[in-house]
């Protein structure tokens, strides 16, 4: 079974910084594409920050300069450093990925979403 589990959620000011962690378990063989995704109350969940497996990165423009995504293929973790945050970055944060795993004997590609890991932003 392969799962991504999030942490480093909380809260935060406004101008303050956090960082969140996505951690694959499992036979995992590669992690491709990973995403940051978030879903605040009220709307849609929407893509903050991509990175490929070669390290290209892809960022909406509303986080573009204050956020940076990164990965360490070593640990199977993709991280999410937020910075300058502001109150409208406040919501469920949630780890995306492509994943190859050795299951029943075979390699078997899955997109898996973690369980999401609240941040808000306030004073």
């Known amino acids: 079974q392969v799962q991504l589990v999030e942490s480093g959620g909380g809260l935060v000011q406004p101008g303050g910084s956090l960082r969140l962690s996505c951690a694959a378990s499992?036979?995992?063989?590669?992690?491709?594409?990973a995403g940051w995704y978030r879903q605040a109350p009220g709307k849609q969940r929407e893509l903050v920050a991509a990175i490929g497996s070669g390290g290209i990165t892809n960022y909406a423009e509303s986080v573009k300069g204050r956020f940076t995504i990164s990965r360490d293929n070593a640990k199977n973790t993709v991280y999410l450093q937020m910075d300058v945050l502001r109150p409208e970055d406040t919501a469920v944060y949630y780890c995306?990925?492509?994943?190859?795993?050795?299951?029943?004997?075979?390699?078997?590609?899955?997109?898996?979403w973690g369980q999401g890991t609240l941040v808000t932003v306030s004073s």
């Open positions: 499992g036979s995992i063989i590669s992690i491709n594409t």
């Open positions: 995306n990925a492509g994943v190859v795993a050795v299951q029943g004997g075979a390699y078997r590609y899955n997109e898996v």
